[in-house]
C-alpha cells in the first residue's frame, strides 16, 4: 500500500532580491523570452543590490526560506556607481559567518545578472534550486513563531 503514496518532491522556498535596475529586468525578460525557472523563487524587487541588509538573509532563512540569493548588477555597471561593490564585500563578510551560525552558506549565493541576460538569470535560478532540492530542507535558524 505504502508503494502507491507517493512522496511530494521537495520544492526548496527561494527568496531571489533583484536589483531594480538589472537583475529584476533580466528576470522580466526570462519571463517575457518564456524561459522556464522554478516557481519556487520568490522575487523581492529592490533598488539596489546594496539594500541587501545581511539581516535580511537571516531573517529570510527564519522564516523558513531554504536558499536566498542576491542578484546586483555586474561590478562597474550598478545604477548607484559603487552599490554592488559594497554587497560584494558585505556578502562576503555574511556567507563566511553563515557555517558558524549553522547554516551551509551553499544556501546562499551572489550573482551577476545585467538586463540583458535573461537566460542567464533562468539558467542561475535553475541550477539553484537544483543543488537545493539536493540539499533538502533548511532546518536550522528557524523560528518556530513563523511556523503556522
Ligand atoms: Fe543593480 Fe546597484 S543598481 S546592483
Aim: glycine letters at 8%; proline letters at 4%; a positive charge.
Amino acid at each position: 500500500m505504502q508503494d502507491l503514496v507517493k512522496e511530494k518532491p521537495f520544492k526548496p522556498l527561494v527568496v531571489s532580491f533583484c536589483c531594480n535596475w538589472c537583475s529584476y529586468a533580466g528576470a522580466d525578460l526570462a519571463g517575457s523570452s518564456r524561459l522556464e525557472y522554478p516557481a519556487e523563487v520568490k522575487i523581492i524587487r529592490i533598488p539596489c543590490s546594496c539594500r541587501v541588509d545581511p539581516l535580511f538573509v537571516l531573517r529570510a532563512f527564519q522564516r523558513g526560506a531554504d536558499g536566498v540569493i542576491i542578484n546586483g548588477c555586474h561590478p562597474g555597471d550598478c545604477h548607484y556607481s559603487t552599490g554592488n561593490y559594497y554587497t560584494r564585500r558585505r556578502m562576503a563578510m555574511l556567507f563566511s559567518m553563515l557555517d558558524f551560525i549553522g547554516i551551509e552558506k551553499e544556501r546562499t549565493r551572489l550573482e551577476w545578472v545585467s538586463a540583458a541576460e535573461g537566460a542567464r538569470f533562468a539558467s542561475v535560478m535553475n541550477e539553484f534550486v537544483g543543488e537545493l532540492r539536493e540539499m533538502g530542507e533548511n532546518k536550522r535558524l528557524g523560528d518556530i513563531r513563523c511556523k503556522e
